[in-house]
């Protein structure tokens, strides 16, 4: 159980912080027990929430409402990113039939800000606003080779409590493997440590020099692909477009 805030909005961001990608809907006993909050407080400070369309009733209790999607899309730098990106992502989809991806760093976590997949990708469940571990994603691998916190972060993976596959990275020892490659060749992979059957590739996109590595344009196939070469070079293309339209709006990053 999380420590009590004192103010409203303290405990009014504990609510919000008790949904998560696989609850979209809770009851007033598990979004109290989530949250934190006791019952009583929780469901005054959710109605007034749903008052202000921050919350909405659903017939099993209470999700987030239209205005927290509404306020969402106007976070500049990621509304921003995904505005100068989405184009060349359509024509990465287009190019490469692959599921793919574009996504940030957000503390230990790989934030995906844009998916474009077709029916065939079913299985995979990255959806925009999902977070994963860094040292599983394709992505997230990229960020931690350029990351000033680097050696916190790689540790942490010792403290995760489980792998998502069979084949995902186990150690901090094994990781630091990987990443080595990824700073060599500037370009990350990971197969099936996602998602069985699956695997990716990310390049950077940049600003203020290649070093500086803002986000990740990734690509995810079937393992039974055999064309990487041509969707890596494909990823390539697209991040050095999205990296020479972001110098025209730096407040994209």
């Given amino acids: 159980m999380q420590d009590h805030p004192s103010?409203?909005?303290g405990k009014a961001f504990l609510l919000f912080s008790a949904f998560d990608g696989a609850r979209t809907t809770l009851g007033l006993t598990d979004l109290s027990r989530r949250s934190g909050i006791p019952k009583a407080t929780a469901y005054r400070?959710?109605?007034e929430l749903v008052d202000l369309n921050l919350l909405e009733r659903a017939e099993s209790g209470y999700r987030l409402g239209w205005r927290m999607y509404e306020l969402g899309q106007l976070v500049p730098g990621p509304a921003n990113l995904r505005h100068v990106a989405r184009p060349a992502l359509m024509d990465l989809h287009s190019a490469t039939r692959a599921a793919v991806h574009l996504a940030v760093p957000h503390g230990p976590d790989t934030l995906y800000l844009e998916r474009l997949a077709g029916r065939r990708d079913a299985r995979l469940?990255?959806?925009?606003?999902n977070r994963?571990?860094?040292w599983y994603a394709a992505s997230g691998k990229l960020f931690l080779a350029h990351s000033p916190d680097l050696d916190d972060l790689v540790a942490a993976l010792d403290r995760e409590a489980a792998p998502r596959t069979r084949h995902s990275v186990r150690s901090a020892a094994q990781l630091r493997g990987q990443l080595a490659a990824v700073r060599e060749r500037r370009w990350?992979?990971?197969?099936?440590e996602c998602v069985e059957g699956y695997k990716s590739y990310a390049v950077p996109v940049t600003l203020d020099g290649p070093q500086h590595v803002v986000a990740a344009v990734s690509a995810t196939l079937a393992v039974s692909r055999h064309d990487d070469q041509q969707v890596v070079r494909a990823l390539w293309?697209?991040?050095a477009h999205i990296s020479r339209s972001l110098e025209a709006v730096p407040s994209a990053a």
């Fill in 7 to 9: 103010s409203v909005l």
């Fill in 132 to 134: 994963i571990p860094l």
């Fill in 188 to 192: 990350s992979a990971e197969y099936e």
């Fill in 237 to 239: 293309t697209t991040a």
């Fill in 45 to 47: 400070l959710a109605q």
């Fill in 125 to 129: 469940h990255t959806a925009v606003g």
